[in-house]
DNA sequence: CCGCGTCATTCAGGTTAATGTCAGGTCGAT
DNA sequence: ATCGACCTGACATTAACCTGAATGACGCGG
């Protein structure tokens, strides 16, 4: 399944992201709703986590204006305890659930799950580059119809590409997928992976920027 | 697709009964817990309409006896909107989704209609994978035309794999389908069981992807 | 209430493959 | 030509995984 999560709270977001990563699903993160804006036009989501206390606006315009544009992707707000009239309103605005903070990460897992559950048999989007067909949702890549196979570490850091393709990646945002923490690491670790990618996926498929770091290519050439 | 409702106000019961008999479906409408274990042992249903406030006991425990016993039949919760609380415990009690009261007759239609395509997407209700022949409602498999007993437990695991063929499962979602929602496991309990499958079903059924979880091979070698 | 069998769970020891590191090479910019 | 950035084959380490066997829980017939 593809979750958005809208959330500026760094620790909450990273704690979140990777739990529902654990269960299974591919998620993408952002903290500001003007980011969120583009992820939702670009992808299509099976479940958006939406944060109500946002820097650059209120998130109640935000799911407004979501379904008035017609998309009915399920929505769970996370809100603080206290705010109850927030909680009613969301729920007149369109959202699904909500969750209160401090929240359980197996609550969370329990109503993911549940949605999760709903949307099994869902055909899944399948995500096409070139001669390389991704479906995130199952974590399948087939690459001229054949079945490849990623090691954990390297479907992470591919995953990363697949979310962002064409967008310039530096190797501190890559570093940040392999490892929890901003994990300080001195070796080749990235260029090592970006090699063991590039032979399963084909040579051409991730470009090296020079000082910067590396991009997906995204046509055929 | 067969229905069991299990609700005992009269005027609700006798609106969803015929709610769900308009979409095509055959309906069993029960008023007590006594009489849903009954009908539960009696038939195997496609899908139970589950309410929680019950003359003779309460739906939870119904539910997670049911589960226990190794029928995952989908589950639908009928609550009150205000009773957060249980629909937290019913998610994680294994329900599959759940319907606030008052709800409305067509919401109901596209909640049951939902569970109904995920059965009737394959309109033999054999799966046939590799040299298995899978019978999702009798809970019977064949390999290489001999039958083959599971027990409760392992049938639980490899129904998760045959529902979502090829898609990469990771062990905290193969844990929900064995335990409850948050039961923490800290032995090798999963690995056992895939180690029994095999055995029972044959070495190259389930291939394990190691740090992320396993999956359901899809073609014969 | 007691034995019996079945199933679920844990444990221990062996096996395997993912991972991070390094070394020596290639490539590109200046 | 030089230097730094990047690439990649090889390898030791070690967590992850597998599985036979021991232990415990549960239900059933007598």
Redesign the interface.
């Known amino acids: 399944m593809r979750v958005l999560l809208i959330e500026d709270t760094t620790g909450l977001g990273e704690a979140v992201r990777d739990q529902i990563r ?3 699903h591919a998620v993408d993160w952002v903290q500001s709703l003007s980011f969120a804006e583009v992820s939702v036009k670009a992808t299509s989501y099976n479940l958006i986590l939406l944060d109500l206390m946002l820097p650059d606006g209120n998130g109640f315009d935000f799911l407004k204006s979501l379904r008035k544009s017609g998309n009915s992707t399920p929505v769970i707000i996370l809100t603080a305890r206290d705010q109850v009239s927030d909680r009613i309103e969301g729920l007149n605005a369109g959202a699904d659930d909500y969750l209160i903070k401090p929240f ?1 990460l ?2 969370l ?3 993911v ?2 949605v999760a ?2 949307y ?2 869902d055909p899944n989007p399948l995500v096409k580059i070139g001669h390389l067909e991704i479906d995130l ?4 890549i087939r690459a001229n119809g054949q079945a490849v ?1 990623l ?3 390297e ?1 992470a850091l591919f995953e990363g590409f697949v979310q962002r393709p064409g967008t310039l990646l530096s190797r501190s945002q890559l570093e940040d997928r392999l490892y929890q923490f901003g994990a300080e690491i001195e070796s080749n670790t990235i260029e090592v992976y970006i090699s063991r990618l590039r032979k399963k996926l084909g040579r051409d498929v991730i470009i090296t920027v020079r000082n910067m770091g590396y991009r997906l290519e995204t046509y055929e050439h």
Chains 1, 2 share one sequence.
Not at 137 to 140: G, M, S, T
């Open positions: 654990d269960d299974g359980d197996s609550e897992s329990a109503r799950g549940a559950r709903r099994r048999g949702c199952e974590h399948r196979e090691t954990a570490r479907w």
